[in-house]
């Protein structure tokens, strides 16, 4: 498994990235995150990786979004959340909406998949719960039973309140 940004780096191929970039700025005439360290305004995805061949860490898991979504890899500002969970930052809601319609990117070095925020929790699977619900997700060994469980992200809310 890599590790390291360089080597990472060498294996990721950056042209579909700029594709993408060009493709935001002619539709929306904006970036696809915010070119400042203040993002305010911005639009908050989840990203689940679900297979790769690096370490995930948040400056490596921008590296990746880059090679896909163009921009700058710490512009994306992705904050970890639970195993393979991470939100990120971009420009705004339509550019938001955009992602989230790609669904799932897949290349030789990971497979991941964007989700929307709903109402400061993540949105797995497109089904409302109520609003004192919390998203879960099935423990996978206990899947078939469903007779187990397990919360494992808080809301956002939270999170970014810890964080300042």
Not at 15 to 21: I, P
Not at 79 to 91: A, E, G, H, Q
Request: contains cysteine; aromatic residues 14%.
């Amino acid at each position: 498994m890599m590790g390291s940004t360089s080597i990472l780096a060498d294996r990721l191929h950056f042209d579909r990235g700029l594709r993408f970039q060009d493709e935001v700025c002619q539709m929306f005439r904006s970036p696809v995150h915010h070119p400042s360290p203040n993002p305010n305004g911005s639009f908050f995805l989840l990203v689940t990786f679900h297979h790769f061949l690096f370490r995930l860490t948040e400056d490596l898991v921008g590296l990746a979004l880059q090679s896909c979504l163009g921009g700058h890899a710490l512009d994306f500002h992705a904050k970890f959340l639970s195993t393979n969970n991470f939100y990120i930052l971009v420009f705004c809601k339509e550019v938001g909406f955009f992602i989230y319609r790609l669904r799932h990117v897949t290349t030789d070095s990971f497979n991941l998949y964007f989700h929307l925020w709903n109402n400061g929790t993540p949105h797995w699977n497109g089904k409302k719960k109520g609003p004192q619900s919390c998203p879960i997700m099935l423990n996978k060994t206990k899947r078939k039973g469903r007779n187990s469980k397990e919360f494992i992200l808080p809301t956002l809310w939270l999170i970014l309140r810890q964080r300042h």
